[in-house]
C-alpha cells in the first residue's frame, strides 16, 4: 500500500535531510522513474517511571520512558499527544485540571539515564486556564541540538523520557491538589504525529506486543513524601577504613587517581563531620562521621563492635554495605542479587531508581519505580522487625505497619504501631513464618515462561514466590521446575533474576511506614510507603574455615599476605559478610581487623583477606618480629554471626634462619625445694615453624631427669615463642635435689 500519496517528491534525501534537496513531482519529472514503496513500520514502547507519591509543587518528576523505533529506513516525529489520568478523568467539572502544572519532553542522548542536566528537552507545555490538560496535552518537539521540530526515529532505538511538574497549589475547580492523583498516558497510535503535527503515514510495528495505552502509573499528590533513599554523593572508604564522600567534578563525575581508583573529597567539611552531638549510639565522640539523608544526623555505625563507625546501610536495610565491584565506591544494593543497582538525581533532588543486570558480561541498568526498587530485606525473629526509613519534612511522629504484600500494606499487622520521630523503629508483636526455601538455578530474563531451582519440593504446588524484591505466581511443574504464572506481583518490579544462587522463598513481608503530622494528616497518605520487603532468616551461618596465611611453612610473611579460608555458607539469606580478628604473639586479646563482603558482584565467593596491604582502606603493614595468629566468622543478611573458625597457623613477619632460637630458663639456677611459683622454671624457646619438640632434662651426672614432648603446632611446638613451665619434679612425682 502507498503511504504518501502526495504528488510531491523530495530529491536527494538522507536521514539529516528529510526534505532532500529539491522538489519534484511523482512520477519523477526527469527520470520518469517507478518509486517502489515499502510500508514502513513504527513501534513505540513504554514504561512507568511514576513513584507512589510525590510532594506538591516538585518539577522534574519522571512518569515514562518511552522507546521509538523503525523496521527500516528513518521517520520524522514531531508530535506525541499525551493524556492526563487520575482524579482528571472523573465528571467533576476542572476537577483535577491542574494537578499537573506541566509536562516535558526529555531525549537521551546515550547515557541510558533520565537526567535533566544531561538529556535534551524537546518540549515543555505549561498547564493554564487557557492550556487546560483535560483536552489534552499536545508535546510538539523543538530539537535545539539539531534546529529542527522533530526527531528522526530509525531502526536504531530513540529513547524519550516524558516528566511532569506537579500542580502547586489549586486546580481549575479551585480544589487543592493534595490528595489527587495524577499519571500520563499515550492512548493510542495515533498521538504519535510527523512535523507540523500531520498524521503519520506508517503502521504498527506488526510485532508489536504490549499496546495501547502506553501509560505511567498514578502519583499520589501529598504534602511531602518519605523516599525509599535520598539522592547521595558517591562514597568511598577512606585510608583510615572510614565511609567518606569521593571527590566529584562539577559536573558530577567521580574524580580518579592515577590507579584509577576514587579520590577523597578534598573538603575535610564535605567528606566528614568530626563531631556531632547527634550520632549513631555506637559511635565515639570526635569519630568522622558522614551525613547521607540530609537530615543532619550522621548515619555511620559500628556494625562488628569495633569501637569505630565504619559501617553505612546505603538501603536502610541495617546490614553493612560494602564495594562489591571493586571500583572503590559503595555499591548500592536493593533486590539482593549482588549486581549493583543505582540510585540517580532525577533532577531538583528526585532520588531515581535503576536495577543493575549482568547482560553476556555487561553491567546494564533498568529504570524502576520506587515500588520496583523497595530493598529486599531480612529479619532474624518472627516475632518482630526492626526497620530504618529516610525523613519526611514536617513529621510530628511515625507509625510502620506489615502487610504480605504491596496492596495491603497492614494486612499483617492488623493496624499501624507509632515508633516516635525516630527514623528507625522496632515492630513488635508478630508472629511470622520463614517459610520455605531454595536457589535459582537458571536465569530469569524478562520474557522467562519458567524456571529451575535446587528443590521445590517443600512448595505448595501453586502460590506466591519471593525472589529478591519481585513476587511471583508460580505453579510448580515438577520438582525442580516452576512454571511462571503472572511477574511483578503487586506492583513488585519485574526484573531480571540472575542463576548463581539467589534464594527463592514462599513468605514475604512488606513493611510500610507513614509519618503523622501535628494536624493529625497522614505522609503520604493513609497507606503510607512501602520501605522494604523482609524475608525471615532465623538460622545462623555455618562456621567458615580457619583464615590460613597463605605462605610457605617455614618462611617468612613478611609484612602484608594473604588469609584464605573456607568459605561459609547460609541456607536462607547468604552469608553478607566476613569478620576476620587478629591476635599477636600469645596476647589473649582478639582485635577485629577487617570486615569484608562475602560475595562479590554476580556472586562471586570472597573467602580471602590480604593483611597489612597499605592500599586496603584501614590497613597497615604488620611490624616485623612480629607472629600473628587469625580467626574468621561469617554474617548473614538477618544479622546473624556464625560460631568463630578454628583458630589459624601462625604468620611470622620475620624468621631466622634456625628453627629454633632464643633458648632459655629464669629463674636459673631454680631451687625446686620452695616449691609454688618461686619453684618453677619458665623453659623459653622461639620455634620459626611448627614442629614436634622433645626437651630433656639432664642432671649433672648425665641421668635424664625428665622428658616433655610437644606435637607438631600444639602449645610447645608451634610457631613463635614457646613457654614450658617445669616445676622442678623428675617424671616420677619426686623432686630433684638442688643442682641435682
Ligand atoms: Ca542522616
Ligand atoms: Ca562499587
Ligand atoms: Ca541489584
Ligand atoms: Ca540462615
Known sequence: ?????????????????????????????????????????????????????????????????????????????????????????????????????????????????????????????????????????????????????????SSVPVTLYVACDVGPDNDLSGESTVGHTAGLSVTAFTDIYGPSGLALAVDRFASEDGGYPIASGELLIAPAIIPLTPVFRPIMLAGNGYPAFASMTITGSVVKGTDNMPRIADDMAVRWIVNSPDRHPSCGPGEPLIDINNDDIP?????????????????????????????????????GDYIPDIVSDGGEGNPMYEMGDNVEGKWKTYFVTDLGAVPSAWASKTSEIAAMWNPASGMDYYEMTLGGNYTDPSGIKNSWQPVGNNLSGLLTGLALSPGNFTRLVTNIGSNSTEFTVGSAKAFAAEGLVYVGNEIMRVIKKDDKTFTIMDRGVDGSYLGPHTAWGE??????????????????????????????????????????????????????????????????????????????????????????????????????????????????????????????????????????????????????????????????????????????????????????????????????????????????????????????????????????GKGG
Not at 119 to 129: D, E, F, G, Q, V
Not at 310 to 324: A, F
Not at 569 to 588: F, K, L, M, T, W
Request: charged letters at 15%; one cysteine or more; hydrophobic letters at 35%.
Open 1 to 153: 500500500t502507498p503511504h504518501d500519496v502526495s504528488v510531491t517528491v523530495y530529491k536527494n534525501v538522507t536521514r539529516l535531510a528529510p526534505k532532500g534537496t529539491g522538489i519534484g513531482v511523482y512520477p519523477d519529472d526527469s527520470q520518469s522513474s517507478i518509486v517502489p514503496i515499502n510500508a514502513l513500520q513504527l513501534s513505540m514502547t513504554g514504561i512507568s517511571m511514576a513513584k507512589v507519591a510525590s510532594g506538591q509543587g516538585m518539577k522534574n518528576v519522571p512518569m515514562l520512558k518511552l522507546t521509538l523505533l523503525t523496521d527500516h529506513e528513518y521517520m520524522s516525529i514531531g508530535r506525541i499527544k499525551f493524556t492526563q489520568t487520575g482524579t482528571i478523568s472523573t465528571a467533576a467539572v476542572n476537577m483535577g485540571d491542574g494537578d499537573l502544572s506541566g509536562l516535558s519532553l526529555w531525549l537521551d542522548n546515550g547515557g541510558g539515564n533520565y537526567s535533566p542536566i544531561v538529556n535534551t528537552r524537546l518540549a515543555y507545555i505549561l498547564h493554564s486556564a487557557v492550556n487546560p490538560f483535560k483536552s489534552g496535552i499536545y508535546a510538539d518537539i523543538f530539537n535545539p541540538n539539531t534546529g529542527l521540530p522533530y526527531i528522526l526515529v
Open 299 to 335: 548515619d555511620n555505625f559500628d556494625y562488628y563492635g569495633r569501637g569505630k563507625c565504619l559501617n553505612l546501610s546505603l538501603n536502610n536495610t541495617g546490614v553493612p554495605t560494602y564495594d562489591i565491584d571493586g571500583d572503590g565506591l559503595l555499591d548500592y544494593e536493593f533486590n
Open 503 to 736: 534464594t527463592v522463598s514462599d513468605r514475604g513481608y512488606v513493611l510500610s511506614v507513614r509519618g503523622v503530622t501535628s494536624d493529625g494528616r497522614y505522609i503520604p497518605s493513609t497507606k503510607g510507603v512501602p520501605t522494604h520487603i523482609f524475608r525471615i532468616d532465623i538460622s545462623k551461618p555455618v562456621t567458615p574455615g580457619a583464615p590460613e596465611p597463605q605462605v610457605t611453612s617455614g618462611l617468612a610473611a613478611g609484612q602484608s599476605y594473604a588469609l584464605k579460608w573456607d568459605a561459609s555458607s547460609d541456607e536462607e539469606s547468604n552469608v553478607a559478610s566476613y569478620e576476620i580478628q587478629e591476635r599477636e604473639g600469645e596476647n589473649p586479646v582478639w582485635r577485629t581487623v577487617a570486615a569484608i563482603p562475602a560475595l562479590r558482584s554476580g556472586g562471586a565467593i570472597n573467602n580471602q583477606y590480604t593483611v597489612g596491604s597499605p592500599s586496603t582502606p584501614g590497613e597497615t603493614p604488620r611490624p616485623l618480629g612480629r607472629y600473628y595468629t587469625y580467626r574468621v566468622r561469617g554474617w548473614n543478611f538477618s544479622g546473624l554471626a556464625s560460631g568463630w573458625s578454628v583458630i589459624s597457623s601462625p604468620a611470622g613477619t620475620t624468621i631466622g634462619t634456625e628453627l629454633i632460637s632464643s633458648v632459655s630458663n629464669y629463674p636459673n639456677p631454680v631451687d625446686t625445694r620452695k616449691g609454688g611459683v618461686e619453684g618453677r622454671t619458665a623453659l623459653t624457646y622461639t620455634l620459626n615453624d611448627n614442629a614436634e619438640v622433645t626437651i630433656t632434662i639432664y642432671d649433672l651426672m648425665g641421668y635424664v631427669v625428665r622428658e616433655f614432648s610437644f606435637s607438631n603446632g600444639s602449645k610447645g611446638g608451634k610457631l613463635g615463642p614457646n613457654v614450658v613451665l617445669w616445676d622442678g619434679k623428675n617424671a616420677l612425682g619426686g623432686f630433684v
